[in-house]
């Protein structure tokens, strides 16, 4: 089967490798028919994920039809249409009987990363009862490809975690297509305001067309003056960080109002200063999570009656023995205007 696979740092290929099989009595194997590339594939070509060694075939997101099961999966048979999720679970676990299915401790975020994903023909999916989803025939396939991580990580590590309420302020700082995931998701709860808060001026008109009902540039020095003015003088109630260097945190510090909530989703590699004394007597919390998809049957049901669309976050659509070349505009997102790239295997 053709296979996208990292070789170290800055070195990938499509290639031929062989189909995977059934290892443990509880794997499926899928046939995928519809994959993406995450902006964690991307740290990953840059060498910055040590779990995920050369030779590692990417990919931890994706539909497909189920190819065969083991003999203990009694979920899902031969034929049935599935949503993978980025996180596996093994459901027995402490963390898994917690739902926190990214702590699972024979699970977690497998795919792409510690075994071989999805950005291929076939993946053998660990635990299939409790890593996939059933999908209705007639859904729209492209949709809920971003239901396999960025909804859910928008959802959970930016809206959950950061307590969105009817008639608050939140700010999400960055509008990549995980600062956008939270956007959508963060409509469920109907905040007053919604600021989408990034450098690229091309995002934050994108960030209007999803809801946000305000946009301010990072870099023309009067963030704090825009959300300030919106937020009546105090600040946002919720900012969701959603970039994961140390200058977008720092700016969550500084547009926070009293007993609000610092809700990071972004994937932080560097050492950096958490300014207490600017935060100790303000009643602010801090949150980090790892997304667990717990929230993936909720998601199904507001895409099914079309509360949500995911859809508009794909920009661009490759093939897979294109798919080399769809690492280009997602990897230059800011002159290709690239959110999501979809990886079709027909
Ligand atoms: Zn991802
Ligand atoms: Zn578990």
Known sequence: MQAFVYHGPGKKALEKRPKPEIQAPTDAIVKITKATICSTDLHILKGDVPTCQPGRILGHEGVGVVEKVGPAVTAFKAGDLVLISCISACGKCAY?????????????????????????????????????????????????VMLSDILPTGFECGVLNGKVQPGNTVAIVGSGPIGLAALLTAQFYSPAEIIMIDLDNNRPEVARRFGATAVANSTDGDT?????????????????????????RELCEKIVAPASVIANIGVHGTKEDLHLENL????????????????????????????????LLITHRFKLDHILDAYEPFGHAADTRALKVLIETS
């Open 224 to 248: 704090m003056d825009t959300i300030m003015k919106i937020a009546a003088g105090r600040g946002a109630d919720t900012a969701i960080e959603a970039v994961g260097i140390p200058a977008t």
């Open 96 to 144: 898994c009987r917690n739902f926190m299915y990214s702590h699972c401790v024979t699970g977690g975020w497998l795919l792409g990363n510690k075994i071989d994903g999805t950005q291929a023909e076939f993946v053998r999916i660990p635990c299939a009862d409790t890593s996939l989803s059933p999908i209705p025939e007639g859904a729209d396939e492209e949709a809920l």
């Open 280 to 311: 100790c007597d303000r009643n602010v919390t801090i949150t980090t999570r790892l997304v667990d998809t717990a929230s993936t049957p909720m998601l199904l049901n507001s895409l099914r009656s079309h509360k949500i669309d995911p859809k």
